[in-house]
Every structure is written in C-alpha cells, then in structure tokens.
Nanobody, 125 residues
Framework: QLQLVESGGGLVQPGGSLRLSCAAS????????IGWFRRAPGKGREGVSC????????NYADSVKGRFTISRDNAKKTVYLQMNSLKPEDTAVYYC??????????????????WGQGTQVTVSS
C-alpha cells in the first residue's frame, strides 16, 4: 500500500528553522515527483515547493523562495523540506504529495495522486 508520512513539524520562534521529512513506503520513490503543500488556518491550500523524480528540477512559491529548500534521497525514499528564516505566516499544516511523473514537477495540487496526513508547523514567539 502506497503511503506518505510527514514528520519534523513543531513549534519554532520567528527566524528559526525546521526540516520536514516525507517518507514513502509501498512504492519506489524514483519515479515520482513530490510536492509540498500547506494549509493555514482559514485559508486555502497553497503549493510550497516541488521536486522532480530525479531531483534535477525544483520549483518554489514566491513566498518561500530563498528561505526553503527541497531535496530528496531516493535511496532512503525520503524527501526533505528545509525551512529557514521562518515567519509567523508560515504557520500551517504541511503536506507532501506524490505523482508518477518522469520530467519536471508542479505545485498545482490537483496534479498529485497520493497525499500524506500532514504535520503541523507553528511559528510563534
């Protein structure tokens, strides 16, 4: 059974850092593009970042460019989202998602087929 599990969320002060992990099981991660999305309280789902199956292509939302970095380790079947210089507006539930895709990636949520359960990130002093 294909499954994605996020971890690494928590409470952090503004300016701090967190690294989220998205661990895959039940399938070979090598053939899947992975996206990170978030949903803040009272807001819609937002595409944050994505990475292609090979890791050679990445995309970021303007709101996180220069602060977040996405990476993957296919051998460990894990995708990471390093979040630096966190702001209160980054507070949200963060989800990872997967889609079988050979080239590129997208931060458009409907393109993704498999989703994790989410991990809470709270940025507050």
């Amino acid at each position: 059974q294909l499954q994605l599990v996020e971890s690494g969320g928590g409470l952090v002060q503004p300016g701090g850092s967190l690294r989220l992990s998205c661990a895959a099981s039940g399938f070979t991660l090598d053939y899947y593009a992975i996206g990170w999305f978030r949903r803040a309280p009272g807001k819609g789902r937002e595409g944050v970042s994505c990475i292609s199956s090979s890791g050679g292509s990445t995309n970021y939302a303007d709101s996180v460019k220069g602060r977040f970095t996405i990476s993957r380790d296919n051998a460990k079947k894990t995708v990471y989202l390093q979040m630096n210089s966190l702001k209160p507006e980054d507070t949200a539930v963060y989800y990872c998602a997967a889609v079988a895709r050979s080239l590129g990636c997208t931060v458009v949520a409907p393109a993704y087929k498999y989703w994790g359960q989410g991990t809470q990130v709270t940025v507050s002093s």
